[in-house]
């Protein structure tokens, strides 16, 4: 079990290592210099652009060689310094980040952990049903092949622009002060409703399918036609079914972790609710290198760690990995 | 006492329904271990379990079973629960892969005896009882499927299956899987329970006659979805009267006798398609002793006590 772990911990480290440095690496790869467009944004004489330019430029540490930007992009990370922010200079990224996580994580915890459920219990009470099944299959199929965003923008558009049933941008309403009020709080659920809402339905669609077919797989196991043969009641032989049908869910929850939050930062987008997504837009548009690399750290993070908490669960709640960590006595 | 008559059952493809079972009658005696035997797709499996359980694409089209003067509602799934597992019961071809692989053996059993209205905790020391008659001790119950070995999982669901002293046990192939140690330990198993009346009857569903000889009180021999013969195991083995039941005989290898420059001979042919099948004996164009009136379907008649056979020339034999 510890030999297990450490082993999945070591995959996990070097998948980390790998992935800071292409986060590192990406946005050096665009054209263009992000200290250039701050200097001609203050647009000052010529002269004075060229000092405050190479002023700038060390200020960053964007003077120094590239092998050196890369170990100290490290050791700062290690300091848990992100830099400062170029397009809302003096901030530091991390409080830009602070100040967008809650909005992306309010909008992913509940659409993927309900999604998931819900998926999985609609699937498996239209596995074996005829009239269900027909209506939730084909529209299973339609929602989990639907782009986010694309989902996005009808919603915004039939329920919000049409209807005018939900705003159609931001997390709360721009006329009120951030604080701790129910009016606030009121603002910012309904807001929420339209991206959680387009999030929710995509990956509804993929887990209804998913748990669908496992269950009909699972009811024509031996386990399931023996237990009928002993006159075992549907209940309990599908009891056992989702249970056990639940266990490649699982997997498919970790691999879909990545594809989900990626989704998010594009529904963000389509919204302009102030999330992660929404940063990393503005990040990219102004060459922000701190912000587009603090804001992949943090998703490259949270994603391994979502993973890391799969693997365990799993371990949990599957005893054939148990016993095939400890040898097996057959 | 179970008594079936005219049972038919068919199979339901995109083809037409294949008459697996094509009008089935006979008779298992309290105390009787009745092997039953043929080649692969004859509808020995199909017999075995439409006395339990039909699959959805068995379809049930006429006959009658009883067991003990009770009729078996087999056609009504429903209706049939209450008879499964307490009067019915089976040792299915996959007992490797019958236990959940999710649940700890023990707690499995309970829940399933928990759904059927029954209280694990009193039959537990029972349960107990009967794994240790089949050399398992009381911690497989706490065990995980995978734990157990293919043996001891196929004991275990033996204990299971039995565990209620039903009143007929179908075995279906239930040797098929094991190694020849495990088959003989199996074989004795399926005795021991009879003798100790965990269960009154039994049918081995089987295409091993050895094994039937060494443990079935009589056999019966099936043929493309109907009854060749059925006699006591010794009339079987030493007198067939079937010319199919002689041939599947003269197919097995013998104590003694080497095989390296004399071949098998086997039977020539295959046995006929059950989506058609053709009218009168269907084992006539295999059969080195059809005649002008096998066209005519023989009909299943004793020719001795307790010795039936479905042949126009079985009397002949049977004297000669």
Redesign the interface.
Known sequence: MLRYLARKLFVYILTFIVAVTIDWAIPRFMPGNPVDALVSRIALMPDANAALTSYFMAAFNLDQPLWQQYLNFWSALFHGDLGRSIMLFPTPVTTLIGRAVPYTLGLLLPSILLSWYVGNVVGALAARRKLLDNSVLPLGYLLTATPYMWLGILLAWVLGSTLGWFPLAFGYDQSLKVEWSWQFFGSLLYHWVLPFASLFMVALGGWAIGMRNMIIYELE???A?????????Q??VRK?AF??AM?PQITGLALQLGAVVGGALVTEIVFSYPGLGWLVLSGIQNQDYFVIQGVFLFIIVGVLLANLIVDIVYVI????TR?GLQG??? | MLAVSDLKIHYRTLAGSVKALDGVSFSVADGEIMGLAGESGCGKSTLGKAL??LEERMQYVGGEVTLDGTTLPIADDWAM??????KV??V?Q?AM????????IGRMID??LA??GLKGSTLRPELERRLAVLGLTPDVLG??P?????GMKQRV?MV??TLLDPSLLIADEVTSALDVASQKKVAGALVEFRDRGYVKSMIVVTHDLAILAQIADSIMIMYAGKLAEKAPTRTIVEAPAHPYTRLLLGSLPEVGIRFEDKRLPGIKGRPPSLLSPPVGCRFRDRCPLAFSKCVEEPPFIEIAAGHQVACWKADAHAQG
Do not use: K
């Open positions: 196991s031996d386990y036609n023996y237990l009928m043969a002993l006159g075992a009641p209940r309990l056992y249970r056990n266990l709640v599957d005893p054939r016993v097996d006595a057959a | 339990i359980r629960n209450p008879y499964r597992f307490r019961s089976i299915p996959y892969s019958a236990l959940n692989p999710t649940r700890r829940e399933l759904a059927r065990m995980y995978i734990e157990l070995s293919g669901v299971l299956s």
